[in-house]
């Protein structure tokens, strides 16, 4: 929530991914387990939200906040780049308890997923929310659980076609790439990328993207300016 506070300071939109937790609580966190991130280990989806609430991270002194928390903090300040973690199970349970709690949000928010049968099913359970796919080069040693007829759909965004999307969130190490430029190009899809972190990523963003989603530095800080 300090990254949160320091991101609504200097007006900039807050990218953010949602897990469910064993009790279906949408919280923020990124890794499916918590071992990387924080001082406790295991799959977020086995553990009930009041066991998640006594996890700490391994640096600084924040908690990891539910979904709720994170919308009461923001109050429509800045915007919010929501991505929904998929299991690839078909299971539509943190799609559901993302509606039920973003529906009533009067903020700027947009929802998007790796996983295009979840921005299917926000699509018709909040048709006014802005979705997104995400994409990168969907690679086997990245991706075994998907199978090569799959990933190679993904890859190229095939699933733009029913999903509708808002908008695009490509890798940044994978572009240029033919499908996420020709929908911006052809569509006039907005083609964001992630995650920005060098100076040769950001140049790559400002050359083929309309927006980057980025970490580690402040793109309002001129290098070398006091």
């Known amino acids: 929530m300090s990254a949160v506070t320091a991101a609504i300071e200097r007006g900039f939109a807050i990218e ?24 406790a280990s295991g799959r977020v ?9 006594n996890v700490r991270f391994r640096e600084g002194d924040d908690r990891i906040p539910t979904f709720e928390e994170l919308l009461e903090e923001v109050a429509g300040r800045v915007p919010l780049v929501i991505e929904l973690k998929s299991a690839w199970t078909g299971d539509r349970r943190l799609e559901r308890q993302v509606a039920a709690t973003l529906g009533d949000y009067a903020g700027p928010a947009a929802v998007m997923s790796f996983d295009p049968a979840s921005m ?3 699509r018709y359970l909040l048709p006014h929310i802005p979705r997104g796919l995400i994409a990168d ?3 086997k040693e990245d991706w075994p659980e998907i199978p090569a007829h799959y ?12 999903v509708a999307p808002s908008f695009i969130a490509y890798d940044v190490h994978a572009l240029p790439a033919s499908a996420p430029l020709m929908l911006r190009y052809m569509l006039n899809l907005p083609l964001l990328t992630w995650t920005v972190r060098t100076a040769e990523d ?3 963003a400002a050359r083929w993207t309309n927006q980057m989603i980025f970490e580690g530095f402040d793109p309002g800080v001129v290098v070398g300016s006091e």
């Open 16 to 39: 953010v991914d949602l897990q469910l937790t064993a009790d279906e609580q949408a919280i923020v966190f990124h890794d499916d387990a918590l071992d990387r991130l924080t001082e």
């Open 45 to 53: 989806d086995r553990m009930a939200l009041s066991a998640i609430r």
């Open 120 to 122: 299917r099913a926000m």
């Open 137 to 139: 080069r969907f690679r």
């Open 151 to 162: 990933r190679f759909a993904l890859r190229h965004l095939v699933a733009a076609s029913y």
């Open 202 to 204: 950001r140049a790559v």
